[in-house]
């Protein structure tokens, strides 16, 4: 059932607009689901980008809560994400620095025993917290944390349904997969094996309608204008669907779905294990029909192409999402590195080598919902 219409004057429309941009522009005044709760233990760390920065990520053994650590041991600089978790503590793997969940080293093998561990050896912290069977961070000041509420994955109907979630990796730009999804006229060719059908294309028009601090995008049949064919959500930075900026070029999405009958097979054995296999692979395959036209999109803006060329009526949110972006960049969320002072030893671009684990398609993975 499509959402009403609302009979804003100019006015409102034009405050509701400002008000949009002059809140929703800063990527790191957000909380971001990075992992699944599943997949994060208390055995082992876990490596993952966010915005660029190289981050730790592992689970506390006695609390059982998250924790996250900036990459980078106080000591040496070693990536701590190749390290153990001893006694409790997440141990370097270079020479054995220990921390605590404060970020404080707590134990040096090689310290003389009339010395005190330097006031300086810590790394930097980041809140997290789990809900809905992710573990979440936060990339931004405690002081910006505080008036925003906890995180939680959005349901714009269904959340107490039973839900299948998981994750791909791509090596695709985040901006360039989310606008995809806000592309309503690229579905009956790109995916017309799927979900899909080219012989039903037709002509449409979008509506965005400003709310607040998302956009609600609305596909309308030109002949018959009352009918709202379609309707989609932008909540920023990263859509309503998640697709997580790891890194320029690349991106973690983030999918779930909720379906009544979800509830009703998962109760049978074989049947919700049947469904939960299915259906992870059926979003890579959707995920993939996408795949050849985003890489090579990116290829091309890199050599200096447009984003956009003639533009149509069912590009609106496009551009609008567009802009929302460019203002979004103007403010630079990007890791900006540990120090303006880079040591002579690292050459060139060597060290891009073994930067990220990430790859152009990691198999969806289930969430803890299995």
Excluded at 345 to 360: N, P, R
């Amino acid at each position: 059932m499509a959402s009403p219409v609302p009979n804003w004057t100019q006015d409102e429309i034009a405050t509701n607009r400002a008000f949009f941009y002059e809140q929703t522009t800063e990527f790191r005044k957000t909380w971001y689901p990075l992992v699944p709760s599943n997949e994060l233990l208390t055995t082992q760390p876990t490596a993952l980008r966010l915005l660029e920065e190289p981050l730790v990520l592992y689970r506390d053994p006695q609390t059982n809560q998250p924790v996250v650590f900036a990459d980078k041991c106080a000591h040496r600089s070693a990536p701590l994400s190749v390290g153990r978790i001893m006694d409790g503590k997440l141990e370097c793997r270079y020479h054995g620095w220990q921390y605590d969940t404060d970020g404080k080293v707590s134990h040096i093998p090689s310290l003389l025993k009339d010395r005190s561990i330097p006031a300086n050896a810590k790394v930097q912290t980041y809140p997290a917290h789990e809900a809905d069977g992710w573990v979440w961070v936060w990339p931004g000041t405690l002081e910006d944390m505080q008036d925003v509420p906890k995180p939680k994955l959005y349901h714009p109907w269904g959340g107490d349904l039973k839900a299948i979630s998981g994750y791909v990796d791509l090596d695709i730009d985040h901006s360039l997969l989310l606008e995809n999804f806000l592309d309503p006229s690229h579905l009956p060719f790109t995916h017309d094996t799927t979900i899909g059908n080219r012989k039903l294309a037709s002509a449409m028009t979008i509506d965005c309608q400003f709310h607040g601090k998302f956009i609600r995008g609305l596909q309308v049949n030109p002949d018959c204008p009352e009918n709202i064919t379609a309707e989609f959500e932008f909540h920023p930075p990263i859509l309503s669907l998640y697709c997580i900026p790891t890194r320029k070029g690349h991106c973690r999405f983030i999918y779930e779905q909720r379906l009544s009958f979800f509830d009703t097979v998962f109760r049978i054995p074989v049947v919700g294990s049947l469904v939960g296999w299915y259906f992870p692979g059926f979003i890579k395959k959707i995920l993939m029909e996408d795949y050849a036209m985003l890489t090579g999109q990116q290829e091309r803006l890199a050599m200096g192409a447009n984003a956009m060329n003639s533009p149509v009526a069912a590009d609106l949110m496009i551009k609008t999402y567009r802009n929302w972006w460019r203002k979004a960049m103007k403010k630079n969320p990007w890791f900006k590195g540990y120090s303006d002072d880079i040591e002579d030893i690292v050459l060139g671009d060597c060290h891009h080598s073994c930067a990220s684990a990430e790859t152009k398609a990691v198999p969806a993975t289930l969430s803890g919902d299995e």
